[in-house]
């Protein structure tokens, strides 16, 4: 089974094609493209939903015809054709979703839609060494659009245990970077003028600190960080007071996030936890992480970079578990800025499902 995996719904235009041989334990990944749009958004501090929609236009025709060619196969090798549906930019998943549906309807291959979220919950499966191989787990998604915990009981079986009340965690990076002056995107660069700071030389607040509470907040630390600015404006040059305030300002936002998590972990008597998003790639974040978590008994695995980050690769392999299940999608298929994962629950497994055509075929 060979599946190509579409990714568009947000700033990255992604394919990439996944083998499963008959008989392996694990899947392959043949190849995994990614184009990112850094150099459109960057001027505006943040993604311009119509300007991500024609770079997706003019970038997702090359990037899944070079995804074909790094993997060395023509486009009938392709067995089923896997699209992020939503969450994201209506204009993105429009674009992937055309494409997707135009690949599989002349290739006469199923259609699967595919969550984005259930995608990142995928990801450990792709890494060729991994220390963590199946489910249950707890999943720490965090991005710029997304801050989710998540039971991932098993494939297509997922209780959410806590969620941003406000901001995702990636907004809270941005929004905190561009108070500072720091450029877009704003994780990286206040992890980089962190990086010779005292991360206790502040006190943020810490959102939600409730003993049982699993969701997550950042509008009051972001808040706390423009009062704070306003306050001393006078020392907005002091590069050493900027580094204090920079690793004071990630260290509130990770130190939430390390808690939650382990927090679930304790709830649900799960000992392994997974990390996706482009968060997840924070250096603070996973030496913070993996510090506690090692203390608590808790086995803790980030994905590669690459796999952290949105992807073709996560959605690919979806849309394979999808399709061995039972589950394709008609010609009708449509995307969804706003799907909850709760809604994709509910999928019953069917025997004989592999290479089913879609209707018409």
């Not at 810490?206 to 706390?224: E, N, P, W």
């Not at 392994?272 to 997840?280: D, E, I, Q, S, T």
Request: hydrophobic share 45%.
């Amino acid at each position: 089974m060979r599946a190509l995996g579409i990714e568009s719904s947000c700033d990255e235009t992604a394919a990439a094609v996944v083998e499963w041989p008959e008989g392996a334990m694990r899947p392959l990944l043949r190849a995994n493209v990614v184009h990112g749009q850094l150099d459109v958004h960057v001027r505006y501090g943040g993604v311009v939903p119509e300007l991500a929609s024609r770079a997706h236009i003019r970038n997702i025709a090359p990037v899944v015809t070079e995804a074909l060619h790094r993997a060395g196969m023509e486009p009938s090798a392709i067995d089923c054709v896997a699209v992020t549906a939503g969450p994201g930019l209506i204009g993105g998943l429009l674009t992937g979703m055309a494409v997707a549906k135009g690949m599989a309807m002349a290739l006469e291959v199923p259609l699967i839609g595919v969550h984005h979220m259930e995608g990142h919950l995928m990801s450990p499966f792709l890494d060729p060494n991994p220390n963590q191989s199946d489910f249950p787990f707890v999943a720490l998604l965090v991005s710029g659009g997304h801050t989710l915990l998540v039971h991932a009981q098993a494939f297509g079986q997922y209780r959410i245990l806590g969620q941003t009340r406000d901001d995702a965690v990636g907004e809270a990076f941005d929004k905190g970077a561009r108070l500072l002056g720091l450029g877009y995107p704003g994780g990286p660069a206040i992890a980089a003028l962190a990086e010779g700071g005292n991360r206790e030389a502040i006190r943020f607040p810490r959102g939600l600190t409730g003993r049982d509470q699993m969701d997550f907040s950042f509008s009051g630390v972001k808040t706390a960080l423009r009062t704070f600015l306003g306050q001393h404006s006078d020392r907005r040059h002091d590069r050493s007071w900027q580094q204090d305030v920079a690793a004071s300002y990630q260290e509130a936002i990770v130190e939430v996030l390390v808690t939650r998590s382990l927090a679930a972990c304790r709830l649900t008597g799960e000992k392994r936890l997974m990390v996706a998003g482009g968060v997840g790639a924070n250096r603070r974040l996973r030496e913070l992480l993996s510090e506690r978590a090692q203390s608590s008994g808790v086995q803790v695995y980030f994905p590669p970079l690459a796999l952290c980050t949105d992807n073709g690769a996560m959605i690919a392999l979806a849309g394979m578990h999808r399709l061995r299940l039972g589950h394709r999608d008609g010609w009708d298929l449509n995307v969804h800025a706003r799907w909850p994962l709760e809604q994709i629950n509910r999928i019953e497994k069917k025997e004989g499902a592999w290479g089913i055509h879609p209707p018409g075929f």
